[in-house]
């Protein structure tokens, strides 16, 4: 199996590195597993003049999993559009045909104490996020800026058609099957037809899963439920933009950001990996990120493309053992326990495999 | 002064009754103010067949200003889009002009129990969401759902101009002036367009508040910080959907949404008045609505539509010292305080003004 490195950004290079060695510890033992590096986001920029180049294209579209880091910094901010690090990422995720992100958001019981929520709100939580990843407004057309009867006009287009919306659905039906059988999908269909048209298709979807229990919910009561009492739901499915902004606060009740993994498939379980956090440029280079959102994302890539159960259960349990023996990043550190660094975390997830 | 009344559906009604008893007990105090009643939303439909009914839409253009309980309910949820509830919520925000939507997010320091969050999260809260309400993607052309090569598409249009977002962001800086001089800015540059000119006219504004500290944050992130770390805000700007969606948000961050108001302006100071919480069908009519919200939406109205701060802080007191007593709503109740029905606190409020 053949497996696109991207380091990316920030802090991208170091995460990476750990679960690179994470994979290699694996293989050692018999995984079979080739890697390739490639530049994404900003680096790509400075070394190429762009965000996606092509080199990256060729080794990602032959590549059966891509392992991402995170892209982005201040210095690319002025960039004109096409260019900055995002464009890189909307690029990878639209040219492979990465259209259904999952993010757990999951609480690991050490770690309670980093939410911001009550113990008793959070303990035990446990949601899949089943987010449209290539369509939405993110790639809607006509969208951009121009002048109309002497003043600026800016605009985008929501977009969703029966058999997008039917394909994450049926990810979203297919992943709550295999966990608690009940499925959230989220709309804002008083308002917009658009998500109308979604909640009518989940709605078809349906039939085929008489064992999931489906509900809808309007994104602004979402977004308020998820405050209020996270541990209702179960999966919850989205579209584009809603998912980019409830995913980001589900990840937050857990306080853990820097635990969290997320994968993104195509139709053939070719994915994406790489944290729900971001490229946090003000510490990179300082050996003192959290590289285990990185290493759980890997163990989903092992789960999901390369349909290794065993292994990814490995990886998961070192990483259950690594808190259990009380080590933390500086993220997630809290008296009593030890902090350490970026590269004495992966050593330690390795020891523990 | 002229005040259209909405009781509106489910428990519009009731907490309205009570919001007009204290408007009521200020007239017989000196305060001239007239009120009319008419009908919105469900209710309406059900005497007119129109959500937003012709003799509605004479009377609130007439007033000064608009109160309103709230609208909807599962009985309309089946009606064709134009008739539903919300259509009527829409139609009189969009008539009148009432693009700057004003919501406090306020934490009560006796009701901080209710808060899923941790109180040192909490403790103090004061955020004014600045939310633009008759633009965006709730109003933008084209829009609908058809069939183009055999399968159904919807899509909406978010869409704004120069100066619809210069008009709100003046509204976001003046309301930081008379508060602690910092407003964040809310967009989504790095992937629409529309949020790009969003981000450059906001800045442009600023020049001509040197004194308010602008920031800009993208919603996704925005809608983590409100959950990790809310107090960083003073005001926050969006546009309309972010707006819906963050608004909700930092609201439920309080625990007690029971308690919250909302303005929505026009360009004069005209405005329409309502609770930030919504119908609540399966308690109305049960008399154990909390009316408090919208008390506080009519000290709110007093404030901005009438320029009466002397009335606006006399409610406000006196729903503080309710508190202080320890009358509770069941919503708000906690054991040791008294539960008291929605009229008992309209009685209780009256009383203390
Ligand atoms: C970087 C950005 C374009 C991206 C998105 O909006 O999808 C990010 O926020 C995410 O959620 O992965
Ligand atoms: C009822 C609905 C149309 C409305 C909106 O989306 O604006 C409501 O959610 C609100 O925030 O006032």
New interface residues.
């Given amino acids: 199996m053949k497996v696109c490195v991207l380091p990316g950004d920030g802090i991208g290079p170091e995460i990476v590195a750990e679960a690179v060695r994470v994979l290699e510890a694996l293989r050692s033992d018999g995984l079979a597993l080739e890697m390739e590096t490639a530049q994404l986001g900003g680096s790509a920029f400075d070394v190429s003049g762009s965000p996606y180049p092509e080199a990256t294209q060729k080794l990602a579209r032959a590549a059966d999993a891509v392992l991402l880091g995170a892209v982005g910094g201040p210095q690319w901010d002025a960039l004109p559009?096409p260019l900055?690090p995002?464009r890189g990422l909307?690029g990878i995720r639209k040219d492979l045909g990465l259209f259904a992100n999952l993010r757990p958001a999951l609480l690991f019981p050490e770690l309670a104490h980093a939410s911001?929520?009550?113990p008793e709100?959070v303990s035990g939580l446990d949601i899949l996020i089943v987010r449209e990843l290539t369509g939405d407004?993110?790639f809607?057309e006509p969208?951009?800026?121009e002048v109309?009867d002497g003043?600026?006009?800016?605009?985008?287009?929501?977009?969703?058609?029966?058999?997008e919306i039917r394909r994450i659905a049926k990810v979203g039906f297919d992943a709550a099957r295999r966990r608690n059988r009940r499925l959230c999908s989220i709309d804002?269909m008083?308002?917009?037809?658009?998500?109308?048209?979604?909640r009518?298709?989940v709605t078809e979807v349906s039939a085929d899963y008489p064992d999931v229990e489906l509900s809808h919910m309007l994104?602004?009561?979402a977004?308020?439920?998820?405050?209020?009492?996270p541990k209702q739901f179960d999966v919850l499915l989205t579209g584009n933009?809603?998912g980019?902004?409830?995913?980001?606060?589900a990840?937050?009740?857990t306080?853990s950001?820097g635990m969290l993994a997320s994968a993104s498939l195509d139709a053939n379980n070719k994915g994406l990996y790489e944290p729900s956090h971001g490229s946090a440029p003000d510490i990179a280079g300082k050996d003192i990120a959290n590289p285990l959102a990185t290493i759980l994302s890997a163990a989903m890539m092992l789960r999901y493309s390369f349909d290794n159960e065993e292994a990814a259960l490995r990886i998961e349990n070192a990483v259950k053992s690594v808190l259990a023996q009380g080590l933390r990043t500086a993220d997630i550190w809290e008296a009593g326990k030890r902090r350490v660094s970026t590269h004495e975390m992966g050593n330690a997830v390795i020891a523990a495999l």
Same sequence: chains 1, 2.
């Fill in positions: 559009r900055r995002e909307l911001s929520l009550k709100i407004i993110y809607g969208r951009g800026i109309r003043q600026r006009v800016g605009w985008n287009t929501m977009i969703y058609s029966e058999s804002k008083n308002v917009l037809e658009t998500t109308q048209l979604w009518d298709v994104v602004d009561n977004a308020m439920q998820l405050v209020r009492a933009i809603f980019d902004i409830l995913s980001d606060e990840a937050m009740l306080g950001i």
